[in-house]
């Protein structure tokens, strides 16, 4: 299993330059939307989801559905669910559609949400080639016009900058990719898109 990153030490972790990071009316409009969660225990069991993801093309669409249900059922700002839509797609539809060529055993995949006092964190669980996409994956040349670019690296370059922190460990033989964003701060005051 995959365990609290925090606390094992991750073997890879991306963590957003500061200067990308925004703190404006936006996280404040986050925290005064979501009461009740400050310190019960009660309410952290029910601030958790975890989705079983069946090695299909189409489930990308099923998980980010489920995760945009969760996100508005907790009142999560509209910012932070747009950049787990994107990151969640991308990140999903990689794993199923090249994880587990050539693989030996049936293939498991989960994602788990941890909603927390001041972040929300998605763990994608996976046991299929090792594969850590924050130092594995292709850099995008930028530079080259879409048509012109070699395929690849794209997603995790538009999750590095739509997510606050991302790390990766490689665990009892399961892929275990973290990205946690702060409720207080959905990221950068431009959309992710303007990047």
Known sequence: ??????NRGPAAQYVKPRSARG????????????????????QQE???LRIVVKPDPSEPRRVVDEV???????????????????SLDELLTNIISYGFEGAT???????DIRLGDADIEITIRDNGQPFNPLEDAEIPDLSLAAEDR???GL??????SFIDTLAYERV???????????LGAAGSEESPDEH
């Open 155 to 160: 997603g995790i370059h538009l999750t590095k």
């Open 46 to 48: 029910r601030s958790g």
């Open 105 to 111: 055993e049936d293939p498991v995949i989960t994602v």
């Open 23 to 42: 703190f404006g009316a936006e996280g404040a409009r986050d925290r005064e939307r979501a009461p009740g969660r400050h310190g019960r225990q009660d």
């Open 150 to 152: 070699p395929i690849g």
């Open 172 to 182: 009892e033989g399961f892929n275990c990719l973290t990205l946690t964003q702060p």
């Open 1 to 6: 299993m995959c365990g609290n990153l925090h």
């Open 68 to 86: 945009e249900r969760f996100c508005v059922e907790h009142a999560l700002s509209q910012n932070i669910i747009f950049r787990f839509q994107l």
